[in-house]
């Protein structure tokens, strides 16, 4: 390994090491000291309960006699009813796109904020739909998911910012959580309103504008609750606000300004920040000035760059296919369309099937536990592995029961139930594989300088796959019935093989590690030459290694700001 990459490593063990003799070790206590942390991390990750109850609503209200009735051939025509499913994904693919804008322009608080108003009025046009029909829900769930893309962008980037490092992991995987409780709760909402007016043709229009407009609650919620958050303390610092960084910081942390812990943390911040627009400067010196439109132009050529070389074509490789074999182990076709998988395996009342999907949503939250617990003691290969071949095995095992009883259901009710089960399984070899780290995998493989670009490469490859899963299932279930479990079940088994072949253990790997995994050697050293002499500059390295405190990142009578201006232009004089 390269001298950069061990002296990095050295300095913010360092860091840590400091760190944690005066806050201790991570874990359930390091939650309880940092509590108000906790407190608003907890409080944003409603945005995470926005897109899974997103995610399980509507595929109960989809069942319902009464949403029928408004809807005509939207839920008669199979291509039709996948229009009006995916197309919710669509938006999110968009929002995705535009929430590093957002985040980055108005603030992760404020981007959040106009992500809930986006989602409230995608559930208002939703709710019109007793007059206006299936235009309402489609336009409907399309604005609704453009909300839905950026609270699931921009909550955990918020998250991560306003956690200490002790507790990030911790607080970042709460979001998952969140998104699994919010599915969970979606299919017994559904199946609790079904009730209302009568399961059959008697039933009220109530029973599907429950569900739909229950979203409301939270989302306002969330979005009068976040006035009140505090603003991320890097996105304070990256735009030059470093007193309110501080004051931020201060109050997370309920600590004093002059407390050693808070100065660490903003030096490590500051030097992020600067480190961040000095790569801009060397790679996008005609985009350094950080005006919106820059801002808008430069998540678009810093993707565009990651196809330019070999090594980095490699990791847009792994982190677009990673996801595309997440969407097509069909976990979005049962999630989307539960009721209508569990009636085709002969659970013929629709109380019965919409029972059925709450157990989906009940497992799924369970089983995502353990990852959150042993990931990173256990690793990503062998559990994405040992996921994709059980998701696989149950698509197939479900393929040969359809098969041989899909004509005669009612003389085979045990066969029935045992394809049920199977589809619990797969569930539960999803929440536990997949579902989270998939995402794990996305984020880890990219260097410092291109990770957020990387991560929303990824992010847009799941919800693009998503959608297409979303509008081809009810064609699939009804055109090729079983043929549609062999066809997921096949692409996981690829997935599966992608995976232990292709992928490497990215468990504990340093940076420059994942460069000579990929073939890069020398991009992450090249960040941590750049990283250790923006540390010295500021004054971070002299104060880990015992020297004074640095008040206000203030260098040889030079401000951090004042050395960041003459660093970039020395940048852009040598372009």
Known sequence: MGGGDAGAAGFYDAALHRRQAMMGKSGPSALIKNFRVFRVAAFACIGG????????????????????????????????????????????????LLSGFLAEVLSRKYGVIVACCVFIVGVIIQATAISAGHNAILAGRFITGMGVGSLAMIVPIYNSEVSPPEVRGALVATQQLAIT???????WIDYGTNYIGGTGETQSDAAWLVPICLQLAPALILLVGMIFMPFSPRWLAHHGRDDEARKVLCSLRGLPPDHELVEIEFLEIKAQ?????????????????????????????????????????????????????????????????AP???????????????????????????????????IDRVGRKPVLTVGALGMATCHIVIAVIVAK???????????????????????????????????????????????????????SSNWMNN????????????????????????????????IWFFVPETKRLTLEEMDVVFGSEGTAQADFERMAEINAEIGLTQFLNGGEMVTGGVVGGASG???????????????
């Open 467 to 498: 959608f297409i899963v979303g509008q081809v299932t009810p064609d699939m279930l009804d055109g090729i019935t079983y043929g549609t479990y062999v066809l997921f079940g096949l692409l996981t088994y690829l997935g599966a093989a992608f």
């Open 273 to 337: 920040s600067l480190f961040e627009k000095r790569t801009v400067a060397e790679l996008f010196p005609n985009l350094r000035e950080p005006t919106a439109w820059n801002v808008f132009k430069l998540q678009f050529v810093s993707i565009a760059k990651l196809f330019q070389t070999r090594a980095m074509f490699k990791r847009v490789i792994v982190a677009s296919v990673t996801m595309f074999f997440q969407q097509w182990t069909g976990i979005n076709a049962v999630l989307y369309y």
């Open 181 to 187: 409780f919010g599915i969970m709760i979606s299919f």
């Open 405 to 459: 009883n899909i004509s005669n259901w009612h003389e085979h009710a045990a066969a029935g139930w045992a394809a049920v089960c199977m589809v619990w399984l797969f569930v539960i070899h999803f929440g536990y594989s997949w579902g989270p780290c998939a995402w794990i995998i996305v984020a880890e493989i990219w260097p410092l300088s291109t990770r957020p670009y990387g991560v929303a490469l990824g992010a």
């Open 49 to 96: 309960v926005l897109y899974g109850y997103n995610q399980g609503m509507f595929s109960g209200v989809l069942a319902m006699p009464s949403f029928n009735n408004h809807m005509g051939e939207y839920t008669t025509d199979q291509t039709k009813k996948g229009w009006l499913t995916a197309i919710l994904e669509l938006g999110a693919w968009l929002g995705t």
């Open 561 to 575: 700001s004042d050395a960041e201006k003459s660093k970039l232009g020395e940048h852009t004089e040598t372009i």
């Open 340 to 374: 209508f998988i569990f009636k085709q395996l002969g659970l013929s009342s629709t109380t019965i099937s919409l029972l059925a999907t709450g157990v989906v949503g009940v497992v799924m939250f369970l089983a995502t536990i353990p990852a959150v617990l042993w």
